[in-house]
């Protein structure tokens, strides 16, 4: 993890990586509509111990939007600059 990502939130990091694929508006409300039904708080307040939750609620529906070899990357690269 780059000392970059360690001054971000993993809902920040998450928007980003997965707005490259959905966009920034799209990524954003993911993010926030998986917070809340994973964890039942806004994506701000997401730690990296809640996170693998997080991918286990967004990932059918990454998959649907982008196909499953996609969303196995993206979720990757999530966990990747995480250190999870």
């Known amino acids: 993890m780059s000392a970059a990502t360690q001054s971000k939130q993993p809902a920040e990091i998450m928007r980003e990586k997965l707005g490259q694929y959905l966009g920034p508006f799209t990524a954003k409300n993911a993010v ?3 917070a809340k039904q994973a964890a039942g708080m806004d994506a701000e307040h997401i730690t990296r111990t809640e996170v693998p939750a997080l991918l286990d609620v967004l990932g059918p529906t990454l998959r649907t939007l982008l196909g499953k070899a996609t ?3 993206v979720v990757d690269e999530i966990r990747k600059e995480l250190a999870l």
């Open 32 to 34: 926030q509509m998986g």
């Open 71 to 73: 969303a196995e990357k």
